[in-house]
């Protein structure tokens, strides 16, 4: 069973930034996959970015050039840095690994 908690959500401006945590209670050496979605009010849940163990990264196109994924394996901790958010990326985020467990999500809203 691996425990993952999310952190770094929060209210924000169009065009601000904000950083995603997710730590996990097993080292990131022991997961293939660790990924990013978000649920948007109304809407299923989506992908948002994937980062596997040999160091390939996979965004969805609507966050390309925009969020960036990242893992300190020291720290047991997966990153999402968020840039020039929009509106439409206001959602409650979700980190998993292996696609197998999942965390409880983050609150993340872009208004003015």
């Known amino acids: 069973q691996v425990q993952l908690v999310e952190s770094g959500g929060g209210l924000v401006q169009p065009g601000g930034s904000l950083r995603l945590s997710c730590v996990t209670s097993?080292?990131?050496?022991?997961?293939?996959?660790m990924g990013w979605y978000r649920q948007r009010p109304g809407k299923e849940r989506e992908m948002v970015a994937h980062?596997?163990?040999?160091?390939?990264?996979d965004y969805a196109d609507s966050v390309k050039g925009r969020f960036t994924i990242s893992r300190d394996y020291a720290k047991s901790t997966t990153y999402l840095q968020m840039n020039s958010l929009k509106p439409e990326d206001t959602a409650v985020y979700y980190c998993?690994?292996?696609?197998?467990?999942w965390g409880q999500g983050t609150q993340v809203t872009v208004s003015s």
């Open positions: 998993t690994a292996n696609f197998i467990f």
């Open positions: 980062s596997t163990s040999d160091g390939t990264n």
């Open positions: 097993t080292s990131l050496y022991n997961i293939n996959v």
